[in-house]
């Protein structure tokens, strides 16, 4: 299992400061982020843009991430643990129990396979 790590770049710097709309502009002029194996835990991230972020391998211990649309987000692999998720979209990939597993146990999330 890879450990969570702080990523050198002004766009992370932006989220762990929770300064959420300033990551969403800059986000928009940068286009895709790539925050695998990020360390966001125990962050308020509500009102994040998570369109297009990659996630893979994340750790969301405890973080607020309600009423973010993860939808078009990669979370493969991602871990949920206490995670407030209230009103969360989540890849249509992943099924709920997978989600609430992650939530309640903290295991990676495994995307279905077809």
Known sequence: MTQPKLIDSPLFALVREEQIEAFNEAKRREGAVD????????????????????????????????????????LEGASLAHAQISGAYFPPELSADEILMSVNFGTRLRYRTK
């Open 35 to 74: 925050f695998t194996g990020g360390d966001f835990r125990g962050l308020d991230l509500r009102n994040l843009e998570a369109d297009g972020l990659n996630l893979s391998d994340a750790y969301f211990r405890s973080a607020d991430l309600r009423g973010i649309d993860f939808r078009n987000a990669c």
